[in-house]
């Protein structure tokens, strides 16, 4: 009897062991990788199991008939499945689990887009990367210049982008078209433009396939965001022998508003004592320049933003004149510029975002060029020596433009959104040619619509569409561009894009031609890139068609007439590495780029390389900075091949041909400049000092960017820069915030 017992009490302790069943199996990623770490339960037991570095998991539990399995892992979808457990069956069971979509691991779209921003300051160029790259002189263009696509023109101000030229690159602020971003045009001296890299937080240097809320830029657009509110208030100053300068920052109490306001002088008559310049400045450049802001924080944490800029400068230059040994050409500017811009960024309920941007901006030339004797004394010719008489006029030129934009986004999910607007543009340029008045009004208006495509996590597709409409020229068209992306490793993908741009002729040739239609031109890009917070790796191959293109119908030497004849092609390949890892506290990048370009427009008589394209252009761009002895050293070595140039003169036909052409000797400039931090490592120090010195083609390398011609052909000149060289030194000061911080992080 006691047998009996003691069997029964061993049966009933073992019974639970017989019925449980083993469940086992793997889960993976949709790709087919496994997935370490994952959990996978019984819902509402405590029955589970983790799964191994293979992805592999096994548990026993003894529930039984139908049960919920969930499948959990961060940064994944999870999952649920029912099954059916039966006493001692084992269960395999084997999970595919979607990736969660997310910013931080979301694939971004690249193809053509250079940007850097507070977030991405990794991705190329902030304000203190352009401040500090050496020749730059703190002017956003030339530090573009370092990166692939850009030419290296010093003739003329503008972004030459992979065969465009630079009328064909347009720049926006907050969201609406800067109309004239550089001061005004001097014959073969490239100008600055106008604003500071300190103004904007975001910078997005697009080379190609650019969004559709932007338009009216045939190769390229530089996209600036301002900033925000500042975070503490504050007085600036600069102090050196060309510029003085002043400005605050003040935050309201609440660090919900603030107002800014600041002026500099400029006037080189010092610097040119010291430094002498090739050209005869009868005037020397004087420049005045103020802005102004203010910044609203709203309730639902949008932002309202008011910047305003003004510039006034004159200047007046003598050179020979090519077609005389005896005779000067004078030419004198005054320039009056002013600027408004207004946005206002707001949430809105259910995942809406709105964006208004109004802007104007009113541009005035008053230009004098002269034929002069040995005196200075004007000289004026009759019908008998027409080239000579056409050198003398005076021209009273005005730009306004007046904006309004608006757009709106819709997030559809985590990643994915819709957005699309509107814009209107009013230009009126009136002017003066010697006693010819003349105006031109345009009534522009333009709609888009875009989507952000999320499928996952590795791959995204951007589609838009733009509208435009020009009543000047009477003519509309639509904008079809398609971007994608793919993840393709850790931190690596590609990206391609496709688009259609369109763009306006230039006022002076509507001056004569309104009946002319829009320039188009065609963007095929792929996109390689693999970026970690110290480094990142790109390669971009490209191709462009350029078709309706403006050319130049001539009737006698100086009168002509346009029509939309012109074509062209671009292709290349551009390379771009940055590395702040390798070597402590040194950062340095270098860019490559490769150009195939050929275009028949204006008086080109057929299909040539431009004049302002070369094949090869590289650029190494090194930076030191030393934390013991709080300084920092930059070097710029920049390198092109030769551009080509061209004398075109008229046949008895009427017809242009190539008189003379060649190309001019390769471009090398190799530019230093320093920074001294005296605060640097003082405890919360009251004053923020930086002693800055720059000199710009240190070897003295004789640049050559061109070649004029006289009328008769028989005289060719080269264009060169004013100087060999261009030094500057200065101080600048802040009171009430120390950056010192920024200056070491963005430096190591």
Sequence with gaps: MRLWINLIILLSCTSPLFAQVVISGKVRDTKGHPIP????????????????????????????????????????????????????????????????????????????????????????????????????????????????????????????????????????????????????????????????????????????????????????????????????????????????????????????????????????????????????????????????????????????????TFAYNTLGLRRADIDSPYLKNAFGLTNHNWYNNLSWKEYLRNGWKMFLGVSYSTNKDDIMQQVQDANNQPRYFGDTAYWMKYKNFVLHNRQDLSQIKAVFEKKLGTLSAIRFGGEYWYANNPGTYNDTIHSLIDNYYASYAESDIYITNDLAAKLGARFEYSSIINKSDIAPRISLAYKTGKNAQVSLAYGVFYQKPEN??????????????????????????????????????????????????????????????????????????????????????????????????????????????????????????????????????????????LNNNSKYYVADQGKTKDFSSLNFSCEYIPSLGKKNPRTFIVLFASMTNVLGYNLVYNYNYSFSGLVKQPVEPPARRFYFIGCFLSWGVDRTQDAINNNL
């Design 508 to 649: 002076q040739q509507l001056t004569y031609a309104t009946g002319l239609g829009f320039t188009r031109a065609t963007h095929y890009i792929i996109n390689y890139q693999k970026m970690s917070n110290d480094r990142i790796f790109r390669v971009e191959a490209y191709y462009k068609t350029y078709s309706a293109l403006v050319k130049t119908v001539p009737y006698g030497y100086y009168y002509a007439s346009y029509n939309n004849g012109g074509s062209g092609y671009a292709r290349g390949v551009d390379i771009f590495w940055r590395d702040k890892k390798t070597f402590k506290d040194f950062d340095y990048w270098i860019s490559y780029s490769y150009l195939d370009t050929k275009r028949d427009y204006l008086n080109y008589p057929q299909q040539l390389m431009p004049n302002f394209a070369a094949t090869h252009t590289a650029s190494v761009v090194m930076k030191r900075f030393f934390t013991d002895i709080k300084s920092g050293v930059n070097v710029t070595y920049s390198f092109a091949t030769g551009r080509p140039y061209y004398n075109f003169l």
């Design 37 to 308: 770490g994952a959990s996978i339960t019984l819902k509402n037991t405590f029955d589970g199991a983790t799964t191994d570095s293979s992805g592999n998991y096994r548990f026993t539990t003894t529930e039984k008939d139908s049960q919920i399995v969930i499948v959990t892992s961060v940064g994944y979808r999870s999952t649920e499945q029912h099954l059916m457990i039966r006493p001692q069956v084992p269960i395999h069971l084997d999970f595919s689990i979607k990736e969660e979509q997310s910013e931080l691991k979301a694939v971004t779209i690249t193809a053509g887009s250079f940007e850097a921003s507070d977030t991405k300051r990794a991705a190329v160029l902030n304000s203190i990367d352009i401040a500090t790259t050496a020749g730059s002189n703190a002017d956003i263009t030339t530090a573009l210049k370092t990166l692939p696509g850009p030419q290296q023109v010093g003739e003329q101000e503008g972004l030459f982008v992979r065969g465009g030229a630079g009328y064909e690159t347009k720049q926006y602020i907050d969201g609406t078209l800067v109309n004239n971003p550089y001061f005004t045009s001097v014959p073969d001296i490239a100008q600055r433009g106008r604003f500071s890299p300190f103004l904007f937080k975001g910078t997005v240097f697009s080379t190609g396939g650019y969004s559709a809320l932007y338009g009216q830029a045939l190769s390229s657009v530089l996209l600036l965001e301002s900033l925000d509110l500042p975070q503490k208030s504050e007085i600036d100053a600069s102090i050196s022998p060309l510029v003085v300068g002043a400005g605050t920052q003040q935050v309201a109490k609440n660090k919900k508003s603030s107002w800014g306001a600041s002026y500099n002088y400029a006037n080189l008559s010092l610097y040119f004592d010291v430094v002498k310049q090739v050209p005869d400045y009868f005037i020397l450049p004087q420049f005045h320049s103020g802005d102004a802001n203010f910044r609203i924080k709203t309730k639902s944490g949008g932002m309202i933003k008011y910047y305003t």
